[in-house]
Every structure is written in C-alpha cells, then in structure tokens.
C-alpha cells in the first residue's frame, strides 16, 4: 500500500446526535423531583457524512453557522464519538479548536507546552527539542516563564497557534481562530501554514472567510444543516456556496443575508453602540448586494446605540476575496462629526461613479471613537459585495482612478 | 467489560504531566512553598492530638518496642493513610472537571489526569510515611515489618483510585456528588479507628451485629494493618491481608471497567 492513495482522514456515514435538555439537570435535587419530565430533543448536527480527506492536502470545511462543522472537526480530533459511522485518522492529530483552553493558568508558557505536547503524544525530548521554535513563534521571549494567567487574549492565541503547528503535526486542525491575532502574526500563520503544507501536512480548517478558504485550500466540503451538500475543488464549491447564499437572499426565503453568513467569528470591539446591518443600494436606490461599476452606490450602515456615545465614527474597508486591500475611508478623514448618539439611525457613503471593478469583495466596517483608537463594534470581512459590469466597456485591476488623460502633442514643422 | 490499558509512552508521559502540573502548581505563589505540604498535616495533627490526646485523654496503647506510648505518633499512623485516601478521592473529582477545558479541546483519556492527581497526592504521602518512619527509628520502634508498608500503600492506591474513578465519573454527570462525597468522608473519618484506639469501639458494641460493618469497612481494616507493622510492630494477620487485596483489587478493576464505559463520552458532560 502506498502512502499517496491512502487518505489521511476517512469519514464514514458519521451521524451525530446531541441530546438538548430543555433544563440540563446537574444537580441531584432536580434530578430527583423532575425524573419523569426529563426533557429532551435530539438534535443531529450531522447526518450520514462520508468523505475522505486526502494526505498532504489541505481541506476547508463551509457552511452557515450551526451546520456541523465545529461538531465535525471535534469528531476528527477524537474529543467527541459519532452516534453512528466512523471517523478515523490515520496520524498524530493536533487541534486548534479553542484558543488557549488548555492551558493552565497558574503554570508558566513554558509547562503549559510540555503539558499540550504529552497530550499530542509527544516525548519531553521532543517537546523540548521545539521549544525554541515555539518561543520565537510566538514572539513570547519575555513571558514564556510567567504563569500565563497574566498573558493576554492575544498572546494565549499566539502561544497556543505556535504550539499547534511547531509540535510536528501530522494532521492539523484548525477552527476558525487564525483571524485573532495583529496583522503581523496573521501573515506568519499563513506563511507557516503554506510551509507546512509543502512538508505534506494534512490540514482541515473551517472559516467564515471564503476568500480564505479559496486561498488556502485544496479541496472544500459544504455543509449544511449537517447535511453534506458538496464536495471537490475549492473554487468550485465556493462558487456553488456564495451562489446559493446571494440566491437566497434575492428570493428573500433567508432572513439572514448573505452578510450574515460571513459574520459572527469575525466580530469584535466593546458594543456600546453596534452595526446592526450594512445595505448596499444600487443606482436604483433599492438594496441587493450588487453594484454597478462606475455608476452610483450607496453603502448604509446602520446602528444602534445602547447607551450615549459621544461623536462615534463610521469607518468602511474593502477587501478583495484574496484579502487585498482594497481601500478604506471614515467620517473622519471627512470631517463629519454626528456629536452624541443615542437610539439607531445610518449613516451612508455616496459614491457618484463606483470606482470598483467588478468582481467580489469583502467589506469591513467599523465603528470607533473620535481618537479611532477604541473600538466599539467591529465587523471584519464581514459583508459580501459583488460588484457588477456597467456601462463602461473595459475594466482593468481592481479599481478605476477618476482620472484624466490629457495629450500635448508637438508637433514639428 | 473491564478493559486492560496497555499503558504506552504517551500514556505514561500524560499522566506524568499531569501530575506534575498538579504538584507545581499546588504551592505557587507562597513563599514557603512545599514547607506548607507538612505544615498543613502536622498543624492536624497538633490539634487532635491536643484535644483527644492531652484534653480528652484517649489512651495510646504501649507499643511493639515494650514502652513507647505516644498519642500523636499513634494518631498519625492511621492519619497518613487517611490523608491519602482522602486526596485522591477528592483530587480524581477535581482533576476530571479541571481537566474538562482541555478535553473539550483535543483527545486524550480521560484517566490520565486523575491517575496524575494520584500521583501528585502519593507524592505527599511519600513525605508524611517518611517523617512517619524517621520519627519510628528515632524512638527506637521500628522492625522488619516495616517492609509491610509500601504493600499497604499500593493496596490502598488500588483502592482509592478505584474509588475516586467512579466518584469522578458521576461527579461529572451530576456535581452533587461532590458535596454528597465532602459530607460522606466527614462521616467516615470518625468511622475509622483514627482517632481512637479500635478497642474503645470493641468494648462498647463487641457482639452488636452492626459492628460488623465498622470491622468490615476496608479503611479499618487499612488503619489497623498500618498500625499493626508500624506501631504494634507485628506481621498483619493473614486474613486482614487477604481480605484487603481482594478487596483493593475488586474496587480498582470494577471503578475502572465503570469508567471506562462511561468516560467516552464525557467530554460533552463537562
């Protein structure tokens, strides 16, 4: 038998089944005098899965929220069984499914690894062994000594992603937790991903952000209500995805838009005040979210304010699927201050001519204080564009500049 | 059915780590450290042996060497057993929620972490029965039974960890138990010949068919064993030995064959 045919991950009719108590006794008094009315309802997070993830790729899991994927990555990682079916890995499995929750908090980073390595099945030589690598990793010199009850979100996620992928993982499994983290981190996640990718590490990653997803990954299965809709090439699925995601919302059988669909992991900031919704109203002035190039666009953000909060500012960025960015602008850089807000409202940024071309995009957007230095709500990649042709016959890169050309032409006599 | 581990490297390197994260992280942050994994005993055994001893007079009975008659070094005989016993049942409940976190992360037993608390309780017990025996040899009471010791002790880890497997187990499925289990060792502790001398029992309720019970109780039985090869400096009888490995075994094998079938799914329970 060889290597290569052998998949590294062979899911066979997996159904899982949990079982949601209404009230969940854990205490004996209620166990006692409510025996008969236990309650009840099975509810399948995933019904008759079959698939196989080959070795060395790398594997994208997408669906809406509550479509199985978490409950399926528990169940390659072993920490859950299926009701019925299979699941087997064939290789050390390394997960990254809750950031930090495994550590202790009164230990230091430095036991904390060797904790998180014995449970990978690693000996304390080879712990230590890649312990340098895990420290430079994270960045963490400084604090790999302290308990890391004092380290912050930040770092958790930073020590506990350099123990995922520097302790020689044979199978890589990652939860939508590669978006936490600065920007500068975030390139090295993805710079050590693709290297472990060329080493023929198998990875199986669920994201919101199919930009991501597409860049990433090999092949994509689609989920849905735990059900598996398909399977194959990455692009392909996407497509197959994000068209029914925007169908559904034309035909309006969907309360949620397809904004929705990218949203909640990407989520963050202090929520005094929220975005509550972001429409984008095309020439017409009617929303959907598909735009015209070159002509008249709207973006509407609402939001709602849960106290008095004083000159907030509504920020918007735009990002290509492959995560360029695009451009990005706030009320600020336009000298427009609401004062203080309380209740909810809008504010839109008017474009004459779209300066986008077409294709799909992401968009960010973003309420902070005056100073931008606090953030109130953030939705990151969190809101689908499309943009479509308009008028104009030719478009070329990303963006149209409102330029002029302007010839001088001499002529000799 | 009960299940036999083979217990591999990783298996091995799991609980050692959990074991050590216990113990490390048991005294951080005070400033005398493992000082206080003596501190906590004698200062209990300081208190009992004033109010039992010296107050209400309890009588110690003359030891194995002819003359020594010490209330304290009797009361901690059965004591150091009794700490242990209490650690690991109390530590493998613990261990099990504490573990939860990380169980609800990645794989891994869910034995390995009250195994480890085991461990790190038997770390401490191994500096009690050493202070115990040092403290024996300096007053002159000490014999070859002495040898009976690290017996008692691995009988009375099959047992507790047996105990503590199930104990964690439906601790986890319904956190009652932990209060139920605080209550019940509060009760068993005076239930023991501890404290007082077993003949005070035996002279009160010597034929009362009940009393069956308190002889029965494995701990009583553990005590005295102790206490037989340590203070009366005799070999235990054949039957107490007899009856306590049979009795260590059963509970070790049935706890874990419980556990067993019940922990694969208690990741989704904590």
């Not at chain 1, 060395?56 to 990555?73: A, R």
């Not at chain 1, 360029?324 to 474009?351: A, P």
Request: aromatic fraction near 10%; glycine fraction near 10%.
């Amino acid at each position: 038998m060889t290597g290569e045919l052998r998949p590294a991950i062979e899911i066979r009719g997996v159904t899982k089944k949990f079982r949601l108590y209404t009230d969940r006794k854990t205490n004996l008094k209620e166990a006692i005098t409510s025996r008969r009315r236990t309650r009840h309802e099975d509810f399948y997070a995933l019904r008759d899965v079959t698939l196989d993830v080959a070795l060395g790729k790398t594997f994208g899991l997408i669906g809406h929220n509550g479509s199985g994927k978490s409950t399926l990555l528990k169940l390659i990682a072993g920490i859950h069984r299926p009701t019925t079916g299979t699941v087997t890995a064939h290789g050390r499995v390394s997960a990254m499914l809750e950031l930090g929750a495994g550590f202790h908090p009164e230990l230091s980073g430095r036991d904390n690894v060797f904790l998180n390595g014995a449970i990978l099945g690693m000996s304390r030589k080879q712990v230590a062994a890649a312990m340098d690598s895990i420290i430079e990793f994270s960045g963490l010199e400084e604090f790999i000594d302290t308990p890391v009850k004092v380290y912050s979100s930040g770092m958790y996620v930073r020590l506990g992603f350099a123990i995922a992928v520097n302790l020689d993982p044979e199978i890589l499994i990652i939860d939508e937790v590669i978006a936490v983290g600065d920007e500068e981190f975030q390139r090295r996640c993805f710079d050590h991903l693709h290297g472990l990718r060329r080493r023929g590490v198998t990875i199986v990653l669920v994201s919101h952000s199919l930009g991501l997803v597409q860049t990433l990954c090999d092949e994509v299965a689609w989920l849905d209500r735990g059900e598996l809709r398909d399977v194959g090439a990455a692009g392909h699925v996407t497509q197959a995805y994000l068209r029914e995601v925007n169908e559904a919302e034309l035909h309006g059988q969907n309360d949620a838009t397809a904004s929705d669909v990218f949203a909640e992991s990407s989520r963050q900031g202090t929520h005094e005040i929220v975005i509550t919704r972001v429409e984008f109203l095309g020439p017409d002035g009617r929303e959907g979210n598909r735009l015209i190039a070159g002509e008249n666009a709207r973006f509407r953000i609402h939001y709602a304010a849960r106290e008095p909060v004083e000159r907030p500012v509504v920020g918007i960025g735009i990002y290509t699927e492959n995560d360029t960015y695009v451009t990005g602008d706030h009320m600020r850089l336009h000298g427009l201050d609401i004062g203080t807000v309380t209740g909810d409202g809008y504010v839109d940024v008017e474009f004459d001519a779209l300066g986008l071309n077409p294709g799909s995009y992401l968009v960010t957007a973003a309420i902070t204080d005056w100073s931008l230095a606090h953030q109130y709500d953030l939705w990151d990649h969190a809101f689908e564009l499309r943009v479509r042709p308009g008028a104009a016959p030719e478009y070329h890169g990303l963006v149209r500049l409102d330029a002029k050309w302007i010839a001088t032409v001499r002529a000799t006599r | 059915m009960v299940q036999l581990v083979q217990p591999t490297r990783w298996h091995a390197g799991l609980v050692g780590n959990f074991a050590s994260r216990e113990l490390k992280s048991r005294f951080k942050g005070s400033v005398l450290g493992w000082g206080w994994s003596l501190i906590n005993p004698l200062a209990t055994l300081a208190v009992y042996s004033l109010v039992f001893g010296f107050f209400l007079k309890f009588p110690p009975p003359v030891a194995g060497n002819g003359h020594l008659k010490n209330f304290s070094i009797y009361l901690f005989t059965a004591l150091v057993l009794w700490n242990f016993f209490f650690a690991v049942v109390t530590g493998s409940m613990g261990a099990l929620i504490g573990a939860g976190p990380l169980l609800r992360k990645i794989y891994f037993p869910p034995w390995t972490p009250i195994a480890g608390s085991a461990i790190a309780a038997l770390a401490q017990t191994g500096i009690e029965l050493g202070l115990l025996i040092v403290v024996y040899i300096a007053v002159g009471n000490i014999s070859w039974t002495v040898v009976f010791v690290p017996i008692l002790l691995a009988l009375l880890v099959a047992f507790s960890l047996g105990l503590g497997f199930v104990l964690a187990l439906l601790n986890a499925k319904l956190r009652d138990v932990n209060y139920l289990v605080q209550v019940g060792l509060n009760l068993l502790f005076y239930a023991c010949p501890i404290i007082y001398p077993i003949a005070k029992v035996q002279e009160v309720v010597h034929n009362h068919p009940w009393a069956r019970i308190y002889y029965w109780n494995p701990l009583t039985q553990f005590i005295e064993a102790n206490r037989d090869v340590l203070y009366d400096l005799r070999a235990p009888s054949l039957g107490r030995m007899a009856y306590l490995t049979i009795v260590s075994l059963v509970v070790l094998f049935a706890g874990w064959a419980y556990f067993e079938r019940g922990s694969r799914d208690v990741s989704e329970e904590l």
